[in-house]
């Protein structure tokens, strides 16, 4: 079992779209297929999941969008989590945090702080995230701490300091990128790209999955 799966949950404005729904139900749906395929993960001995739910890029939508966006975190982050926190799940959120009104911070640290004693798995929640942002602050970090610039010493600043690379990312919607997501942590990640758009993505696309995974020979540049 890999022991890091890291998902792009795309798709969710253009599965409304396709019912005629205002985009925002799109991400509602996508709520529920992100907390079933997480419980679906971690019961199968996932150690840590990580999902990109904002980027850095997604502020820029259209302002109903990002309220939108922002009132799912506001009105469901915490009932959504508690079960995982229960669970002996850690919940850590990745990305500048700053972007967010001050009640929504209050939840995001509320929930990682009730977390953080967790020791059964660690649930990664990518929020106003991008990878060279990401990369920009760990370095800056780096040098402000007179300590040498290495590719071990910059993973330490990441916000993933002190865990394993993702094994597999997992795009759905049918795109092929990463979209500026784990650029630094994903050098030998296998890459898996579905064209079900997130909302009807299934633990059985997500079991077959991990049987291709299996299946692949990761040589990390060696013979």
Do not use: C
């Amino acid at each position: 079992m890999p022991q890091h799966i890291a998902v792009i949950m795309d798709g969710n404005g253009r599965w409304a779209t396709k019912r005629a729904l205002p985009r925002k139900a799109g991400h509602k749906e996508g709520v529920k297929t992100l907390l079933s395929i997480a419980r679906h993960a971690f019961e199968r001995g996932v150690r840590y999941f990580t999902v990109y739910a904002f980027s850095t890029e997604n502020k820029f939508r259209p302002a109903d969008e990002v309220n939108a966006l922002v009132d799912l975190i506001r009105e469901h982050f915490s009932r959504s989590f508690n079960d995982f926190v229960k669970s002996g799940i850690r919940v850590n959120v990745l990305g500048d945090r700053q972007f967010f009104p001050d009640d929504v911070i209050a939840i995001l640290d509320k929930i990682e702080n009730e977390s953080k004693e967790g020791d059964k798995g660690t649930f990664n929640i990518a929020l106003n995230y991008g990878a060279r942002a990401e990369i920009a602050r760990a370095i800056n970090l780096l040098v402000q701490s007179g300590e040498e610039v290495t590719e071990q010493s910059i993973s330490r600043y990441l916000y993933t300091a002190n865990q394993p690379d993702p094994d597999i990312i997992i795009r759905t919607g049918g795109e092929k990128r990463l979209s500026n997501f784990l650029l630094y942590q994903s050098a030998y990640t296998e890459l898996f790209f579905s064209d079900t758009l997130w909302p009807d993505f299934s633990k059985n696309e997500f079991d077959e999955i991990l049987v291709k995974f299996h299946d692949r020979n990761r040589r990390y540049g060696k013979v």
